[in-house]
Protein backbone atom coordinates (compact mmCIF):
# COMPACT_ATOMS: atom_id res chain seq x y z
CA UNK A 1 0.00 0.00 0.00
CA UNK A 2 3.05 2.29 0.84
CA UNK A 3 4.18 2.09 -2.61
CA UNK A 4 0.92 2.38 -4.37
CA UNK A 5 -0.06 5.62 -1.90
CA UNK A 6 3.23 7.04 -3.55
CA UNK A 7 2.81 6.66 -6.69
CA UNK A 8 -0.89 7.05 -7.49
CA UNK A 9 -4.09 9.14 -6.47
CA UNK A 10 -6.61 6.66 -4.79
CA UNK A 11 -10.42 7.48 -6.62
CA UNK A 12 -11.50 4.37 -3.72
CA UNK A 13 -10.02 3.21 -0.88
CA UNK A 14 -8.52 -0.69 -0.66
CA UNK A 15 -11.01 -2.67 1.77
CA UNK A 16 -11.26 -6.50 2.31
CA UNK A 17 -15.15 -6.47 1.76
CA UNK A 18 -16.26 -6.56 -2.07
CA UNK A 19 -17.39 -2.72 -2.87
CA UNK A 20 -21.37 -2.52 -4.25
CA UNK A 21 -21.72 -2.09 -7.70
CA UNK A 22 -22.58 1.75 -6.86
CA UNK A 23 -19.48 1.84 -5.23
CA UNK A 24 -17.31 -0.22 -8.08
CA UNK A 25 -18.66 2.20 -11.06
CA UNK A 26 -18.17 5.27 -9.05
CA UNK A 27 -14.70 4.76 -8.10
CA UNK A 28 -13.89 3.54 -11.79
CA UNK A 29 -15.31 6.75 -13.63
CA UNK A 30 -12.02 9.21 -13.19
CA UNK A 31 -9.73 5.89 -13.20
CA UNK A 32 -6.83 5.16 -14.96
CA UNK A 33 -5.89 2.35 -13.34
CA UNK A 34 -7.78 -0.69 -11.13
CA UNK A 35 -6.64 -3.79 -8.84
CA UNK A 36 -9.23 -6.25 -8.99
CA UNK A 37 -10.30 -9.50 -7.39
CA UNK A 38 -12.20 -11.84 -8.11
CA UNK A 39 -15.19 -10.98 -6.61
CA UNK A 40 -15.54 -7.61 -8.65
CA UNK A 41 -17.50 -8.11 -12.00
CA UNK A 42 -15.91 -6.11 -14.36
CA UNK A 43 -18.29 -6.44 -17.62
CA UNK A 44 -19.20 -4.24 -20.37
CA UNK A 45 -21.07 -1.90 -18.65
CA UNK A 46 -18.82 -1.30 -15.83
CA UNK A 47 -16.72 -1.10 -18.82
CA UNK A 48 -18.57 1.93 -20.13
CA UNK A 49 -18.68 3.60 -17.22
CA UNK A 50 -14.67 4.22 -16.90
CA UNK A 51 -13.26 5.93 -19.83
CA UNK A 52 -10.28 6.84 -18.35
CA UNK A 53 -9.28 3.22 -17.41
CA UNK A 54 -5.74 1.72 -19.68
CA UNK A 55 -5.41 -0.92 -17.21
CA UNK A 56 -7.07 -3.61 -15.69
CA UNK A 57 -4.86 -5.33 -13.03
CA UNK A 58 -6.60 -8.66 -12.12
CA UNK A 59 -5.40 -10.19 -8.00
CA UNK A 60 -5.66 -13.93 -9.23
CA UNK A 61 -4.59 -16.05 -12.48
CA UNK A 62 -8.51 -16.38 -13.49
CA UNK A 63 -9.95 -13.67 -15.13
CA UNK A 64 -13.52 -14.82 -15.81
CA UNK A 65 -14.60 -11.74 -14.12
CA UNK A 66 -13.37 -9.43 -16.56
CA UNK A 67 -15.34 -8.84 -20.06
CA UNK A 68 -11.85 -9.47 -21.60
CA UNK A 69 -13.55 -8.78 -25.76
CA UNK A 70 -14.68 -5.54 -24.53
CA UNK A 71 -11.86 -4.43 -22.82
CA UNK A 72 -9.58 -5.29 -25.95
CA UNK A 73 -11.73 -3.82 -27.98
CA UNK A 74 -11.73 -0.36 -25.89
CA UNK A 75 -7.89 -0.78 -26.04
CA UNK A 76 -8.12 -1.59 -22.27
CA UNK A 77 -5.23 -3.77 -21.00
CA UNK A 78 -6.08 -6.72 -18.51
CA UNK A 79 -2.91 -8.65 -16.51
CA UNK A 80 -3.40 -11.56 -13.97
CA UNK A 81 -0.77 -12.90 -11.38
CA UNK A 82 0.05 -15.96 -12.86
CA UNK A 83 3.46 -18.16 -11.20
CA UNK A 84 3.42 -16.35 -7.77
CA UNK A 85 1.12 -18.60 -6.81
CA UNK A 86 1.53 -21.82 -7.94
CA UNK A 87 3.50 -23.62 -5.44
CA UNK A 88 0.50 -22.12 -2.78
CA UNK A 89 -2.26 -23.57 -4.50
CA UNK A 90 -0.27 -26.74 -4.90
CA UNK A 91 0.36 -27.22 -1.47
CA UNK A 92 -3.10 -26.54 -0.65
CA UNK A 93 -4.36 -28.76 -2.72
CA UNK A 94 -2.48 -31.75 -1.01
CA UNK A 95 -3.48 -30.38 2.58
CA UNK A 96 -7.60 -31.12 1.02
CA UNK A 97 -6.16 -34.45 -0.19
CA UNK A 98 -4.69 -35.55 2.79
CA UNK A 99 -7.47 -33.97 4.91
CA UNK A 100 -10.05 -35.78 3.05
CA UNK A 101 -8.44 -39.16 2.43
CA UNK A 102 -7.47 -39.37 6.22
CA UNK A 103 -10.42 -37.82 8.11
CA UNK A 104 -8.61 -34.63 9.85
CA UNK A 105 -11.28 -32.34 10.41
CA UNK A 106 -13.14 -34.94 11.80
CA UNK A 107 -10.74 -36.27 13.71
CA UNK A 108 -10.19 -32.25 15.43
CA UNK A 109 -13.66 -32.34 16.03
CA UNK A 110 -13.79 -35.56 18.20
CA UNK A 111 -10.66 -34.28 19.80
CA UNK A 112 -12.21 -31.00 21.21
CA UNK A 113 -15.48 -32.60 21.88
CA UNK A 114 -14.66 -33.80 24.79
CA UNK A 115 -16.29 -37.16 23.95
CA UNK A 116 -13.34 -38.88 22.78
CA UNK A 117 -13.29 -41.80 24.71
CA UNK A 118 -9.75 -43.09 23.23
CA UNK A 119 -7.82 -44.62 20.61
CA UNK A 120 -10.05 -48.09 18.89
CA UNK A 121 -9.03 -49.67 16.22
CA UNK A 122 -11.94 -49.23 13.87
CA UNK A 123 -12.02 -45.39 14.44
CA UNK A 124 -12.24 -42.67 11.47
CA UNK A 125 -11.06 -45.02 9.27
CA UNK A 126 -9.78 -43.30 6.54
CA UNK A 127 -7.89 -44.35 2.68
CA UNK A 128 -4.55 -44.79 2.27
CA UNK A 129 -2.76 -41.91 0.23
CA UNK A 130 1.00 -43.34 -0.51
CA UNK A 131 1.25 -45.60 -3.79
CA UNK A 132 -2.77 -45.06 -4.98
CA UNK A 133 -3.19 -42.83 -8.02
CA UNK A 134 -3.59 -39.16 -8.69
CA UNK A 135 -5.27 -37.90 -11.59
CA UNK A 136 -4.93 -34.18 -12.46
CA UNK A 137 -7.94 -32.56 -14.73
CA UNK A 138 -5.71 -29.59 -16.30
CA UNK A 139 -1.92 -29.54 -16.33
CA UNK A 140 -0.74 -26.59 -16.69
CA UNK A 141 1.35 -24.70 -13.79
CA UNK A 142 -0.40 -25.58 -10.36
CA UNK A 143 -1.70 -29.04 -12.17
CA UNK A 144 2.05 -29.68 -12.84
CA UNK A 145 3.39 -28.65 -9.44
CA UNK A 146 0.60 -31.03 -8.05
CA UNK A 147 2.55 -34.05 -9.73
CA UNK A 148 5.23 -33.08 -8.78
CA UNK A 149 3.82 -33.54 -5.00
CA UNK A 150 2.76 -36.75 -5.68
CA UNK A 151 6.28 -38.66 -6.66
CA UNK A 152 6.94 -38.26 -2.73
CA UNK A 153 3.83 -40.53 -2.28
CA UNK A 154 5.21 -42.64 -4.84
CA UNK A 155 1.44 -42.23 -6.73
CA UNK A 156 1.15 -42.83 -10.52
CA UNK A 157 0.11 -39.83 -12.45
CA UNK A 158 -2.48 -39.39 -14.79
CA UNK A 159 -3.52 -36.51 -16.57
CA UNK A 160 -6.02 -34.95 -18.95
CA UNK A 161 -5.30 -31.49 -20.78
CA UNK A 162 -7.00 -30.05 -23.41
CA UNK A 163 -4.51 -28.84 -25.30
CA UNK A 164 -1.39 -30.54 -26.67
CA UNK A 165 1.71 -30.41 -23.99
CA UNK A 166 5.66 -30.65 -24.70
CA UNK A 167 6.12 -33.77 -23.10
CA UNK A 168 9.67 -33.22 -22.77
CA UNK A 169 8.67 -31.05 -20.25
CA UNK A 170 7.09 -33.35 -18.35
CA UNK A 171 8.07 -36.57 -16.09
CA UNK A 172 7.94 -39.73 -18.50
CA UNK A 173 6.22 -41.57 -15.78
CA UNK A 174 3.29 -39.32 -15.80
CA UNK A 175 0.35 -41.03 -18.36
CA UNK A 176 -1.75 -38.68 -20.52
CA UNK A 177 -5.25 -40.01 -21.16
CA UNK A 178 -9.29 -39.17 -21.91
CA UNK A 179 -10.67 -37.76 -19.54
CA UNK A 180 -13.25 -40.46 -18.93
CA UNK A 181 -10.07 -42.47 -18.26
CA UNK A 182 -8.14 -40.74 -15.81
CA UNK A 183 -11.44 -40.66 -14.21
CA UNK A 184 -12.44 -44.40 -14.14
CA UNK A 185 -8.42 -45.17 -13.34
CA UNK A 186 -7.50 -42.60 -10.41
CA UNK A 187 -8.10 -42.81 -6.77
CA UNK A 188 -7.72 -38.88 -6.17
CA UNK A 189 -8.85 -36.75 -9.30
CA UNK A 190 -7.81 -33.05 -8.67
CA UNK A 191 -9.35 -29.86 -10.37
CA UNK A 192 -7.37 -27.35 -12.29
CA UNK A 193 -8.54 -26.04 -15.55
CA UNK A 194 -9.65 -22.29 -15.76
CA UNK A 195 -13.42 -21.64 -16.31
CA UNK A 196 -14.57 -21.37 -19.73
CA UNK A 197 -17.97 -22.04 -21.84
CA UNK A 198 -16.19 -25.54 -22.48
CA UNK A 199 -15.30 -26.07 -18.45
CA UNK A 200 -18.52 -24.90 -17.06
CA UNK A 201 -19.73 -28.29 -14.96
CA UNK A 202 -17.44 -30.23 -16.66
CA UNK A 203 -17.78 -32.97 -13.71
CA UNK A 204 -21.33 -33.51 -13.36
CA UNK A 205 -23.12 -36.45 -13.40
CA UNK A 206 -21.98 -38.79 -16.17
CA UNK A 207 -18.61 -38.10 -15.16
CA UNK A 208 -19.18 -38.92 -11.04
CA UNK A 209 -20.47 -42.06 -12.44
CA UNK A 210 -17.49 -43.33 -13.79
CA UNK A 211 -15.17 -42.38 -10.74
CA UNK A 212 -14.67 -45.39 -8.30
CA UNK A 213 -16.92 -45.68 -5.23
CA UNK A 214 -13.57 -45.57 -2.72
CA UNK A 215 -12.46 -41.90 -5.37
CA UNK A 216 -11.97 -38.41 -3.97
CA UNK A 217 -12.72 -35.30 -6.12
CA UNK A 218 -10.81 -31.99 -4.80
CA UNK A 219 -11.39 -28.66 -6.51
CA UNK A 220 -9.17 -25.91 -6.33
CA UNK A 221 -9.76 -24.21 -9.65
CA UNK A 222 -13.29 -22.78 -9.97
CA UNK A 223 -16.60 -23.74 -8.04
CA UNK A 224 -18.70 -23.93 -11.51
CA UNK A 225 -16.38 -26.41 -12.91
CA UNK A 226 -18.28 -29.43 -10.49
CA UNK A 227 -22.29 -29.96 -10.45
CA UNK A 228 -22.55 -29.23 -6.88
CA UNK A 229 -25.81 -30.84 -7.09
CA UNK A 230 -24.07 -33.67 -9.02
CA UNK A 231 -21.84 -34.30 -6.48
CA UNK A 232 -23.89 -33.73 -3.31
CA UNK A 233 -26.05 -37.09 -4.69
CA UNK A 234 -22.85 -38.93 -5.46
CA UNK A 235 -21.77 -38.98 -2.11
CA UNK A 236 -25.04 -39.29 -0.56
CA UNK A 237 -26.08 -42.20 -2.39
CA UNK A 238 -21.86 -43.69 -1.70
CA UNK A 239 -20.67 -43.61 -5.23
CA UNK A 240 -18.18 -41.29 -4.58
CA UNK A 241 -15.95 -41.69 -1.24
CA UNK A 242 -15.60 -38.04 -0.36
CA UNK A 243 -14.51 -34.60 -1.71
CA UNK A 244 -12.17 -31.42 -0.78
CA UNK A 245 -13.49 -28.17 -1.83
CA UNK A 246 -12.01 -24.34 -2.04
CA UNK A 247 -14.22 -23.39 -4.46
CA UNK A 248 -18.11 -23.08 -4.75
CA UNK A 249 -20.77 -22.86 -7.64
CA UNK A 250 -22.47 -19.93 -5.84
CA UNK A 251 -19.36 -18.66 -3.66
CA UNK A 252 -19.66 -17.76 -0.81
CA UNK A 253 -23.13 -19.93 -0.61
CA UNK A 254 -22.31 -23.85 -0.53
CA UNK A 255 -25.16 -26.26 -1.59
CA UNK A 256 -26.85 -26.95 1.30
CA UNK A 257 -25.88 -30.63 0.70
CA UNK A 258 -22.17 -30.29 1.16
CA UNK A 259 -22.74 -28.62 4.81
CA UNK A 260 -23.77 -31.75 6.36
CA UNK A 261 -21.50 -34.69 4.01
CA UNK A 262 -18.50 -35.48 7.19
CA UNK A 263 -16.98 -36.87 3.91
CA UNK A 264 -16.73 -33.46 2.15
CA UNK A 265 -13.91 -30.68 3.08
CA UNK A 266 -14.89 -27.20 2.71
CA UNK A 267 -12.42 -24.78 2.84
CA UNK A 268 -13.50 -20.99 2.11
CA UNK A 269 -11.13 -19.77 -1.30
CA UNK A 270 -7.59 -20.52 0.47
CA UNK A 271 -5.85 -21.43 -2.14
CA UNK A 272 -3.16 -18.60 -2.66
CA UNK A 273 -3.91 -17.24 0.87
CA UNK A 274 -0.30 -16.94 2.61
CA UNK A 275 1.27 -13.77 3.41
CA UNK A 276 3.98 -13.94 1.27
CA UNK A 277 1.94 -15.19 -1.69
CA UNK A 278 -1.26 -12.55 -1.25
CA UNK A 279 1.62 -9.79 -1.05
CA UNK A 280 3.31 -10.69 -3.99
CA UNK A 281 -0.01 -11.13 -5.77
CA UNK A 282 -0.38 -7.22 -5.34
CA UNK A 283 3.32 -6.39 -6.09
CA UNK A 284 2.82 -7.77 -9.65
CA UNK A 285 -0.45 -5.73 -9.85
CA UNK A 286 1.30 -2.61 -9.33
CA UNK A 287 4.32 -3.58 -11.51
CA UNK A 288 1.31 -4.45 -14.64
CA UNK A 289 -0.06 -1.09 -13.45
CA UNK A 290 3.18 0.73 -13.85
CA UNK A 291 4.19 -0.71 -16.82
CA UNK A 292 1.14 0.17 -18.98
CA UNK A 293 0.70 3.33 -17.40
CA UNK A 294 4.46 4.10 -18.33
CA UNK A 295 4.36 2.82 -21.97
CA UNK A 296 6.03 -0.06 -21.41
CA UNK A 297 4.73 -4.26 -22.24
CA UNK A 298 3.08 -5.47 -19.32
CA UNK A 299 4.67 -8.55 -17.84
CA UNK A 300 1.81 -10.69 -17.42
CA UNK A 301 -1.00 -9.48 -19.63
CA UNK A 302 -4.01 -11.24 -20.53
CA UNK A 303 -5.02 -8.99 -23.71
Not at 149 to 157: E, Q
Not at 245 to 262: K, S, W
Not at 271 to 278: D, E, I, N, P
Amino acid sequence: MVLIRERFSLTAPPQVSPPSRAALLKGLREAHAAVCTLTEVIDGNVLKAAPDLRVIANYAVGYNNIAVKEAKARGIVVTNTPDVLTETTADLTWALLLATARRVLEGDRLARSGTWTGWEPTQLLGTDVYGKTLGIIGMGRIGRAVARRAMGFNMPVLYHNRRTLDHSTLNAQWRQMSLQDVLTGSDFVSLHVPLTVETHHLIGAAELRLMRPTAYLINTARGTVVDEAALVAAVQEGRLAGAGLDVYEEEPALHPGLRTLPQVVTLPHLGSATLHTRIQMGMICVQNILAVLEGRPAPNRVV
